[in-house]
């Protein structure tokens, strides 16, 4: 891209929004204004579970409810008073446990109301959650359990059989929610404990350099990494709450991410809480007419999905649309991937509204850019940084580049937010930091001269399949322990509904041939080792895979191949 294209504009819609006018809030902004919010702001001293649900439970919200949780077999509501109580019972069932501040507490389970508690009563402790994917099977559970070295782990009595407890020697304790009939030394009856336990807590005062959460995710090298966050994040946890998702006393808000990625915790539990809303969660699996359904029987009014949700509800077509009332809806977002201008298009026309574009990454902790219902919006562009947060587009040396020029999509450090740690890794920390005063995401993008943000890809080979962030070399790690692989080699191929789809390419050791059954078993294998979103969709048998000399696999020539696109520059290849 290097010049002005005509871009397609919808105009901002005129309403009653928290966010008036980007421009004036951008020019003014400080963050140690917004900090005044809080009850801690003279002290220091705060904890950001006592401030999204203790504070609202002791004063005028007490009654209001603050989580609706439905799935297909539970309906329940919970006020802040409950919620406070709730979790304050699991802050002294861990505490009875000696489990204190700095521990990491893991959580392994379908969504349900107990992860929600629980999460927030494991921070007005001061101990690190540590959510994980229910679709994680062993090596994927033990990878991160291990790396954490955690102390206790929240589940349920099916998925517990997946935590290789002998290869766990710091795991001490099992909390089990749900009723078993046989009970092992070390595993904590949940029931049993909340029953006893007390409703008031001893709240952890912390520092808001203090750290309350672990989110492992994947890069293009090595094992998945362990991204810390502090409590202070919850001043852009808050703030963004209250302008992007645009959160307002009477709205009901469905974010529709699971706890063990990002958007699941910070905008699935924190902002919205922080923010005094109504925060509607629904379990179980994805289906067009009960999505629906959920918004017309709650009458959600501000919705946070993902492009390949919308997309499915897209390729469902308009008619299972039209068989729900969508009219209480009044703010759409997404997250987690490119938004296709289509997809706006479309939401345009069954929500009546614009589908607004946020980027932001685990690292980050909060929303980057964005786009403000206040805002002009230009379809495919990921909009503009928020107040506070200085975005820009450059170079490999660090140097900013001009608009329209491609480049590495920066961050100026820091922001309340931004990660403080890669769980026992200080160098790969650092390297996210490596060009002086900037973070760089590994996302290229370019800019354009009214400051609009357009994503464009990856610099590194990290696959984003369904909004999941997905390490090719997680994957291939898995492959090769198959006893038919000898090599593979692990892509991002282009799917319509999923943004990516893995594909893997592999050479087969001497005795092996291949066979339907044999790629089968190759698939499920990782399926079962890692977890169902790891497992390539396509898997390709070839002779030989593409190396460098120094034996790493070139996994952009296999991507070229694979596009038809040129394979670029070669001389490193071994032959
Ligand atoms: O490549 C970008 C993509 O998702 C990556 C971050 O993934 P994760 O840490 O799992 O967090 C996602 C939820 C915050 C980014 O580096 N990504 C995220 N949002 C967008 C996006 N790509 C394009 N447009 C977006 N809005």
Known sequence: MTERQLVETIPSVKGRYNLQSYESAYSTFRWDEIKTQFTWHQTGNCNLAYEAIDRHAQGSLKNKTALIYEDDARKEKYTFEQLSQISNRFGNLLLKLGIGQGDRVFFFMPRNPEIYTGIIGTIKIGAIVGPLFEAFMEGAVLDRLADAEAVAIVTTSALKQRIPRDKLPHLKYVIVVDEQEQWLPGEIDYRQEMAEASDELDIAWVDLEHPFILHYTSGSTGKPKGVLHVHGAMIQHYITGKWVLDLQDDDIYWCTGDPGWVTGTTYGIFAPWLNGATNLIRGGRFSPER???????????????????????????????????????????????????????????????????????????????????????????????????????????????????????????????????????????????????????????????????????????????????????????????????????????????????????????????????????IRLFVRNGLSAHSAPREIEVVGKLPKTRSGKIMRRVLKAQELGLPTGDLSTIED
């Open 291 to 521: 999505w629906y359904q959920t918004i017309e029987d709650y009458k959600v009014t501000v919705w946070y999905s993902a492009p390949t949700a919308f997309r499915m509800l897209m390729s469902a077509g308009d008619e299972v649309a039209r068989k729900s009332d969508l009219s209480t809806l009044r703010h759409v977002l997404s997250v987690g991937e490119p938004l296709n201008p289509e997809v706006i298009r479309w939401g345009m026309k069954v929500f009546g509204k614009r589908i607004h574009d946020t980027w932001w990454m685990t690292e980050t902790g909060a929303h980057m850019i964005v786009n403000f219902p206040c805002m002009d919006m230009r379809p495919g562009s990921m909009g503009k940084p928020f107040p506070g947060i200085q975005a820009a587009i450059v170079d490999d040396q660090g140097n900013e580049l001009p608009p329209y020029r491609l480049g590495n999509l920066a961050i100026r450090t820091p922001w309340p937010s931004m990660m403080r740690k890669i769980w026992n890794n200080p160098a790969k920390y650092e390297e996210y930091f490596r060009l002086k005063g900037w973070y760089i995401s590994g996302d290229s993008a370019y800019r354009d001269e009214d400051g609009y943000f357009w994503f464009q890809g990856r610099v590194d080979d990290v696959i984003n399949t369904s909004g999941e962030r997905v390490g090719p070399f997680d994957v291939e790690s898995k492959l090769v322990e198959h006893p038919a692989v000898a090599e593979a080699g692990v892509i991002g191929k282009p799917d319509p509904i999923r943004g990516e789809i893995i594909k893997a390419f592999i050479s087969l050791r001497e005795g092996y041939r291949e066979t339907p059954e044999l790629l089968e078993e």
